[in-house]
């Protein structure tokens, strides 16, 4: 199907065959609704967010969204900053607890093994954040419906993800938590629920609006609505 898909872009756009990104950005224009569940017919059209990059393309049995990526600042919700500031604390507390212990001027320090164990524990957990930080901010992904599956392909720093849905599957999309919370506010991220099978969330990385009118525009296509019925 991506290959498929490449080459509907290739004729659409004239880019090269392996390119998935075109040229012209075709706004198509729905919206999210938070209250209630929403059919596709319900949609109230609304233009595409302002300053939104995401590219919409329709080909000839179906559409593709590409999104590309949004930068370590800003992709990464405050993680990328976070993560920074947590490896850089890291590396003056324990370097100022091993020089001392080293040197003998800390009164009665823990032992060895003990310092190692949580040098590399707090050490690991700031490692984790700034990859996943990278991972968001440098990440792009395509959604695209091609006859009866929708393809979902994500292309990052540590590898590319592909996953396919048969449409008959879908039962619903839209915006919820992802999980995450930033200062404890929740991440949201673009959800599409599954008859069978766990739900698949992506796009944590954008702005409420831009899922918004992402999700409306996957219902109004796709003809489910906002809330598994």
Avoid: Y
């Amino acid at each position: 199907i991506l290959r498929e898909l490449a080459s509907h872009l290739s004729k659409a756009t004239g880019t090269a065959r392996g390119s998935l990104v075109g040229e012209t950005k075709i706004a198509i224009p729905v919206v999210e609704a938070h209250a209630g569940i929403r059919t596709s017919e319900d949609e109230v059209p609304l233009p595409q967010p302002a300053g939104s990059d995401i590219v919409v393309q329709e080909l000839g049995n179906g559409f593709a969204i590409t999104v590309p990526p949004c930068g370590l600042w800003k992709g990464s919700k405050g993680l990328f900053a976070f993560a920074l500031m947590w490896n850089a604390f890291c590396l003056v507390f324990f370097g100022v607890m091993f020089t001392a212990a080293a040197n003998g001027n800390s009164q009665d320090p823990p032992p060895w093994p003990v310092m190692v164990l949580f040098t590399l524990v707090f050490c690991g957990i700031g490692i984790v954040m700034l990859l996943g930080a990278i991972n968001m901010g440098r990440r792009r992904i395509f959604i695209a419906k091609m006859g009866d599956r929708l393809a979902f392909r994500q292309v990052g720093p540590f590898g590319v993800k592909e996953e396919i849905i048969p449409l008959v599957d879908v039962a619903a999309v839209c915006v919820g938590p992802s999980g995450m919370e930033i200062n404890h506010v929740p991440v949201m991220e673009l959800q599409v629920f599954r008859k069978s099978g766990p739900k698949k969330g992506l796009l944590s990385q954008r702005r409420t609006e831009e899922l918004d009118w992402l999700a409306g525009l996957l219902r109004k296509n796709l003809g489910v609505p906002s809330r598994m019925v």
